[in-house]
Structures are given as C-alpha cells and as structure tokens.
C-alpha cells in the first residue's frame, strides 16, 4: 500500500513566508550565513552524497543498504590503502574535471555575504565569484585562519583534494574534532549566533544531523533557528518535526509554491524568492491576504480586489500580468506557482 501524502495546513504556508522574511532581513543585515551541500554542485555535474556512496559500494562488493554510509568508504580505504583509496574518491568526485557553475552559484554570489560554509569538495563557489569579478578567501584547514585577510571567506568545513584531508570515511568523522579544531569552534560559534540557511543538503546526508546535532547540545534551547530548503521531497510532518527538535526549520518548497517539475528549479525559484527586492509587489500581496489566512474560503471579489491593486486578474488557473509600459495595455498570461 502507498504512503498517503500528507498536506500541509495554510498556516505551514504562513510559516513559510514569516520564515523568508527573517532570513532576507538576516542577509540585509549581514546577520545570514549559507551553508552549501552537495546538492548545489550536482547542478555541476558533481554526484549526490548517495550517488558517490552507491559507487564505492559496488567497488567494494555490499550492499548499500545494509550498512552506515560512512563505512562503505572506511571499507575501501581498509582495503586498498590511501593511495588508492584517495585516487578513487578523486574520480568519483571528480577532481581535475573543468566544471561550470551553475545558477545557484549565482545566486550564492548574489546573496553579498561575508561568510559561506560548505561540506562540498569542488572549487565552484570560488569560481563563481571569480566570474562575477568578486573575490572569496577559501579556509579549509586550521593553519588558513593565520593567514586570512578581512573580507569574504569560504569555510570548506570537510576541506579538499587540493590539501588531501577530505573528510568522508568513519574514521574522518571521528576523528574531526582533533583534526579541525578551530574550524569546528568557529563553525559552532557562527550556527549558534546567526540565521544560518541550509541549501543543497538532503536528510540521509551525514552532515547534516551532525552539524544540527553539535549546535543543539551546545546550546540547548537557546539555538539561533535554523533554515533548510528542502527542495525535493513531499511535506513530512514527522521529518519536520525531528530537525525541528534540532533547531532547523525545514522548508519544503513543494508546499510553499508549485513543483516546478526538478530540484534544482525548486531551489532556484525559492532562492529568488528569498532573493527579490523587498519593495517586490509579492510581498504586498502577501502582508495583504494575510487576513484570509485562517478562513476556509474567501470570495473571488476580495482576491479580486487585492490583485487587482496591482494589475492583476485571474481567469481559471491562470493570472494575468497587466504590461504598464505600453500604451495599449494588454494581460501576458503566466503560469500560477502558488496555489
């Protein structure tokens, strides 16, 4: 028997809404740091965290299934030896491989942060910033704090290939806090003061659960709030429920506007959406049905008479965007996203 979808309430959509206006208020004031999975740069062409787990299974003869994901990669490196195991990792992930940046590391840039933290391997983020004529100093040892300049920095909390101390088998997870000291203290301090928003991460990640799991005991109940996109998955309440426990609010995009048909689209329209100017009409609109929010129906006329303040109607399932720019106005039919 199929699961049955769970729907959520108008008030989770309310949520939605309350929670980009904190993290957009949190960017203009400096006060918001992104924190980038794997997800982002498989946009890429990088693989997913299952996808890579999946290969060095299949090179080491188990199934994926049947144990933890970060024993398949100790189960290579216990083989072969970290010559080999390392040249592997360097082919799944591939390194030396010229990628292009995608949207999202657009939108990274766009977001003018002063601090960026991703689990990611690849050189992506930086390039995009290069590509924008930016410049962002990448911290991804403990010695790299010595010689950091103010400005912008990326902090490549599981470093690189490029300074051979990635950190993906078990006993790299183990062993993190002995092996990144500083790196792991300052990560701490910026989750536990700042709105941190996480994007390109997926709940079988590793990371994540042990990122949310450092702040929580750490703080307790006094965690600075949490925010994750979680761009490919249905609304679960009891998902949302346990990383709530942790101080994440998660952010299922697919309740907040409509499936636009892949992750990665999700992902770019609900970071434009936290993007946008926050004189954007849709705001208006926003704070402007808010009062409806509770009611179980509401006349056509009152919807008509908010969208109507802004050169808007709506004809069955699609809205008409008036053009003020040409004299002889006419209605440009676009697909509703929200519903």
Request: aromatic fraction near 14%; hydrophobic fraction near 35%; include cysteine.
């Amino acid at each position: 028997m199929s699961k049955r979808k769970q729907k959520p309430n108008k008030q989770l959509k309310v949520s939605y809404w309350e929670a980009r206006k904190i993290i957009k208020n949190a960017m203009l004031n400096k006060n918001l740091v992104l924190f980038v999975g794997a997800g982002v740069s498989s946009n890429s062409g990088m693989p997913l965290w299952s996808d890579a787990v999946n290969q060095i299974a299949k090179a080491v003869g188990v199934d994926p299934k049947e144990f933890d994901n970060l024993k398949i990669p100790q189960f290579y490196y216990n083989d072969r030896g970290k010559k080999e195991y390392t040249q592997f990792m360097q082919q799944i992930f591939r390194y030396g491989d010229v990628l292009k940046t995608c949207e999202i590391h657009n939108q990274i840039v766009d977001f003018d942060l002063d601090t960026i933290i991703t689990t990611n391997y690849d050189n992506l983020i930086e390039r995009a910033f290069r590509d924008r004529n930016q410049f962002i100093q990448p911290i991804c040892k403990d010695s790299d704090f010595a010689y950091a300049k103010p400005g912008k920095e990326l902090i490549k909390m599981h470093g690189d290939f490029e300074h051979d101390n990635f950190v993906l088998k078990e006993d790299d997870y183990l062993n993190y806090s002995e092996n990144f000291k500083l790196i792991e203290n300052y990560v701490k301090s910026i989750v536990g003061s700042k709105v941190v928003l996480f994007i390109g991460y997926s709940f079988n990640d590793p990371d994540t659960k042990q990122i949310f799991t450092w702040v929580k005991n750490t703080l307790k109940d006094d965690v600075q709030r949490a925010y994750m996109l979680e761009a490919g998955q249905d609304f679960d309440r009891n998902v949302e429920r346990y990383y709530r426990n942790l101080g994440v609010n998660v952010i299922f995009t697919k309740s907040w506007f409509k499936d636009l048909g892949s992750i990665s689209k999700n992902l770019e329209y609900a970071l434009n959406l936290i993007l946008r100017d926050a004189e954007d009409p849709i705001e208006n609109i926003y704070d402007e049905f808010k009062p409806f929010a509770d009611f179980k129906y509401v006349y056509t006329k009152y919807i008509a008479q908010v969208l109507g303040k802004y050169n808007i109607t709506v004809g069955s399932s699609l809205i008409y965007v008036e053009d003020n720019l040409e004299e002889n106005k006419k209605g440009a039919a676009v697909e509703a996203y929200f519903f």
